[in-house]
């Protein structure tokens, strides 16, 4: 790992800045390559990943890596995947607004350490704070966005794939894969698709 985001993660470990550093296990900062051209957003810890200190690793984590899979990444070497928030919120409740204020520093350096082409947002907590925008993420996913100069693909959050498990086509399962599609094409270089286009929200 470059130095710089061993220093990011070793003072994101030490991270007191909101109330959830009281009750958390693990601060669970990221999974996957330093240098990745994709970087996956998700929203906050849940136990397992609490529990491990690394994100993605339960039911939604172990279904995101099969669709990357799915599409020839490798979630390793491909991706760089990290949440809004690095520490789990009690219940898996949603994030308040001070903690996401509070944690934002983190991610935004792990933006600019990563430096990723693209980005892959999960579920609408995590779209709608990121691009601070209140377009649902039912209209916003499948179409190519731009945020501080970088791609943006926002779509479903794993979990919720999970709860819609029906791969039927317009499904969530199948509209996801569609998207994770897209990012694998632009990743290759068929980049006509990467205009932003916020033609049809
Ligand atoms: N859900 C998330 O948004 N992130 C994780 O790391 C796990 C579940």
Redesign the pocket.
């Known amino acids: 790992m470059r130095v710089s985001l061993e220093d990011l993660k070793a003072s994101c470990l030490q991270c007191q800045r909101c109330d959830l550093a009281k009750e958390r296990k693990h601060v669970?900062v990221s999974r996957g390559h330093p240098s990745a051209r994709l970087m996956v957003i998700?929203?906050?810890?849940?136990a397992?990943?609490d529990a491990q200190g690394r994100?993605?690793?339960?039911r939604?984590?172990r279904l995101l890596d099969a669709c990357l899979t799915e599409v020839g990444l490798d979630q390793a070497d491909d991706t760089y995947i990290c949440?809004l928030i690095k520490c789990r919120p009690p219940g898996n409740r949603r994030p308040t607004p001070a903690e996401l204020k509070a944690c934002r520093p983190w991610l935004d350096r792990q933006i600019l350490e990563v430096n990723p082409e693209i980005l892959f947002i999960?579920?609408a907590t995590?779209t709608a704070t990121l691009l601070e925008c209140r377009t649902p993420i039912s209209r916003l996913r499948g179409h190519w966005t731009e945020w501080k100069g970088r791609c943006v693909m926002p779509s479903f959050?794993?979990?919720y794939l999970l709860r819609n498990p029906s791969r039927e086509p317009g499904k969530p399962h199948s509209l996801f894969m569609a998207d994770l599609t897209h990012v694998k094409h632009a990743l290759n270089g068929a980049v006509s698709g990467l205009t932003p286009d916020s033609s049809d929200r």
Do not use: K, Q, R, T
Request: glycine content about 24%.
């Open positions: 669970v998700g929203e906050a810890p849940g397992d990943e994100p993605f690793v339960g939604s984590g949440n999960l579920g995590a959050h794993p979990s």
